[in-house]
Antibody, heavy 120, light 110 residues
Framework: QVQLQQWGAGLLKPSETLSLTCAVY????????WTWIRQPPGKGLEYIGE???????TYNPSLRSRVTISVDTPKNQFSLRLTSVTAADTAVYYC??????????????WGQGHLVTVSS | QAGLTQPPSVSKGLRQTATLTCSGN????????AAWLQQHQGRPPKLLSY???NRPSGISERLSTSRSGNTASLTITGLQPEDEADYYC???????????FGGGTKLTVL
């Protein structure tokens, strides 16, 4: 059973950089894609990007210019950086996991979510 | 902006059957199907069904999923108060090389 625990700053000013980290407990760190997904207040889910244990990344094309996802495999952690934030980046940010190598896979495991508010 | 299309809301009575739909295209739902997630207010989403229509361990047999062409469906029978939630579909989009989500359907159990 995989458990995800996430943390990071909750209040940012416009133009600052969002930084979140997610720690993985249980399961095999190499067996999953480690994903960031966000949800603006009252709205739906948006894929930000994902990384595997080797550091190979995929990003949402609409966010690619501002996003970096990195991994620390020895610590079983992965992180999100989003630069030049605006109010539109205010959202609950989730870390999640989906199985590598399975066409049928989906996001089995989710972190508890972390509200990030961007306000001057 | 959602990549998949879901009706914003569905209302059904207690113990009735609700069917939620999710429309995509041949690059996402039509290729390998859609997964379904349930989200209660203030909670993270919970996976209800994989893209091959199999349920994760512990998910009620009252839930079933299917796909016809580019449209996926989630059917919940014998609706209970705890089924009242937001439901999202998701799929990998092979043209975008990214996961896409539906805008969500709010299911109300009357």
């Amino acid at each position: 059973q995989v458990q995800l625990q996430q943390w990071g700053a909750g209040l940012l000013k416009p133009s600052e950089t969002l930084s979140l980290t997610c720690a993985v407990y249980g399961g095999s760190f190499s067996a999953y894609f480690w994903t960031w997904i966000r949800q603006p207040p009252g709205k739906g889910l948006e894929y930000i990007g994902e990384i595997n244990h080797l550091g190979s990344t995929t990003y949402n094309p609409s966010l690619r210019s501002r996003v970096t996802i990195s991994v620390d495999t020895p610590k079983n952690q992965f992180s999100l950086r989003l630069t030049s934030v605006t109010a539109a980046d205010t959202a609950v940010y989730y870390c999640a996991a989906n199985l590598v190598g399975a066409d049928w896979s989906a996001h089995d495991y989710w972190g508890q979510g972390h509200l990030v508010t961007v306000s001057s | 902006q959602a990549g998949l299309t879901q009706p914003p809301s569905v209302s059904k009575g207690l113990r009735q059957t609700a069917t939620l739909t999710c429309s995509g295209n041949s690059n996402n739902v039509g290729r390998l199907g859609a997964a379904w997630l349930q989200q209660h207010q203030g909670r993270p989403p919970k996976l209800l069904s994989y893209r091959n229509n199999n349920r994760p361990s512990g998910i009620s047999e009252r839930l079933s999923t299917s796909r016809s062409g580019n449209t996926a469906s989630l059917t919940i029978t014998g609706l209970q108060p705890e089924d009242e939630a937001d439901y999202y579909c998701s799929a990998w989009d092979y043209s975008l090389s990214a996961w896409v989500f539906g805008g969500g359907t709010k299911l109300t159990v009357l």
